[in-house]
T-cell receptor
């Protein structure tokens, strides 16, 4: 079974600064997907960024980028120019590329609570 | 695009009541939908995978008779918590994946907060 570990229960950053959220995972599979989701107080899960394991290039989405280290099984999220609206719980998630049988739900980490200080 | 509607958003009911939660994909078809459970300040745990026209696949430890899942159409999956008890109180979230888009991300509903008195 796959596991996802987020070792930072809470992180705090000054507005406009850069913050990095850590995520490691354990898997025996070679092909898979990794995601970062944001869950604001409204509780809706919002996709921030995704990474295919077969791609060596790190994914970027505007102020959000990842540092994907496949050999180290590490998938950190960097948020540049932090904004007040970035405050939320951030979850790292793993999904098999092909688990077969249609059972391919996400495995989530425990989350990191990101606080943005004005 | 890719909007998932979950209803109701909040349910408060007495112990022993059965509660049905709906998950609808509004602007796309979803052969596969997923049901997650989230305890306060905890992560999301996959409960089951719902496939249109077939039986749901439940994760280990999830009671099939307790959490009934029906996925009768390409846009609707329902989760029924049967004879709910206080320990079933939680936040339930569904997600849906675009039909034919195995490589597509899951789109989440807004969740349902279930409180059993």
């Amino acid at each position: 079974a796959q596991t996802v570990t987020q070792s930072q229960p809470e992180m705090s950053v000054q507005e406009a600064e850069t913050v990095t959220l850590s995520c490691t995972y354990d898997t025996s599979e070679s092909d898979y997907y990794l995601f970062w989701y944001k869950q604001p107080p409204s509780r809706q899960m919002i996709l921030v960024i995704r990474q295919e394991a077969y791609k060596q290039q790190n994914a970027t989405e505007n102020r959000f980028s990842v540092n994907f280290q496949k050999a180290a099984k590490s998938f950190s999220l960097k948020i540049s120019d932090s904004q007040l609206g970035d405050a939320a719980m951030y979850f790292c998630a793993y999904r098999s590329e092909d688990s077969g049988g249609g059972a391919d739900g996400l495995t989530f980490g425990k989350g990191t609570h990101l606080i943005i200080q004005p | 695009g890719a909007v998932v509607s979950q209803h109701p958003s909040r349910v408060i009911c007495k112990s022993g009541t059965s509660v049905k939660i709906e998950c609808r994909s509004l602007d796309f078809q979803a052969t596969t939908m997923f049901w997650y459970r989230q305890f306060p300040k905890k992560s999301l745990m996959l409960m089951a995978t719902s496939n249109e026209g077939s039986k749901a696949t439940y994760e280990q430890g999830v009671e099939k008779d307790k959490f009934l899942i029906n996925h009768a159409s390409l846009t609707l999956s329902t989760l029924t918590v049967t004879s709910a008890h206080p320990e079933d109180s939680s936040f339930y979230i569904c997600s849906a994946r675009v039909t034919g888009g195995f490589n597509q991300p899951q789109h989440f509903g807004d969740g349902t907060r279930l409180s059993i008195l």
